[in-house]
């Protein structure tokens, strides 16, 4: 399976501030990758497809990027409502594979 | 308006089964692949399996293949997981989801609300 290495596993940030989050697929997968945002006892929102697609009503300050094994989701201007952790997950095979998330954290 | 809800959670003894259930609504089932998704206490998400639009194709984790069964019944839009052998690593709250568009494969967007699965002696 391939395997989704996120990074860092946490960070701490201010509202304002511009934050990225890193993927790197243990083999290339063009750009068949997802980022979802999950806050607690919440099911998943799906953020970005196919690596920059920003799913409907996603406002504009996340956007995706990459190609082949390694990908980035930024964020930026943090906003209150955008701590959370969040997950790439791969869909270029079977089977899917989420990263290990991100938590992103009020400093 | 899309709505699922998933059922058959609960405390169940290692090496038993289980069945889980995700009832769709507000859209058209048969165009639709479905997945599980779940997530253990305190733990990152982790993808399941899932079942495509047509019903001919199943996919699943490694590390539920051969235990877990996907299927689909569309003439009661309700998506289920069979889930034997049960582990006490298979504890977490099972998310059913629909996927982003009709007849892709590849993203979960409509989210339930998760059912808790504790296999436990």
């Known amino acids: 399976a391939i395997q989704m290495t996120q990074s860092p596993s946490s960070l701490s940030a201010s509202v304002g501030d511009r934050v990225t989050i890193t993927c790197r697929a243990s083999?290339?997968?063009?750009?068949?990758i997802g980022w979802y945002q999950q806050k607690p006892g919440k099911a998943p929102k799906l953020l970005i497809y196919t690596a920059t697609s920003l799913q409907t009503a996603v406002p504009s300050r996340f956007s995706g990027s990459g190609s082949g094994t390694d990908f980035t989701l930024t964020i930026s201007s943090l906003q209150p409502e955008d701590f959370a952790t969040y997950y790439c997950l791969q869909v270029y095979t079977y089977p899917r594979t989420f990263g290990q998330g991100t938590r992103i954290e009020f400093k | 308006q899309v709505q699922l809800v998933e059922s058959g959670g609960g405390l169940v003894q290692p090496g038993r089964s289980l069945r889980l259930s995700c009832a769709a609504s507000?859209?058209?089932?048969?165009?639709?692949?479905f997945h599980w998704v779940r997530q253990a206490p305190g733990k990152g998400l982790e993808w399941v399996a899932l079942?495509?639009?047509?019903?001919?194709?199943?996919f699943y984790a490694d590390s539920v293949k051969g235990r877990f069964t996907v299927s689909r019944d569309a003439s009661k839009d309700t998506v289920f997981l069979q889930m034997n052998s049960l582990r006490p690593e298979d504890t977490a709250v099972y998310y059913c989801a629909s996927d982003l568009a009709p007849l892709s494969t590849s993203w979960p967007d409509y989210w339930g609300q998760g059912t808790l699965v504790t296999v436990s002696p």
């Open positions: 079942t495509l639009h047509d019903g001919r194709n199943e």
């Open positions: 507000g859209f058209k089932f048969y165009y639709y692949s």
């Open positions: 083999q290339g997968i063009r750009e068949d």
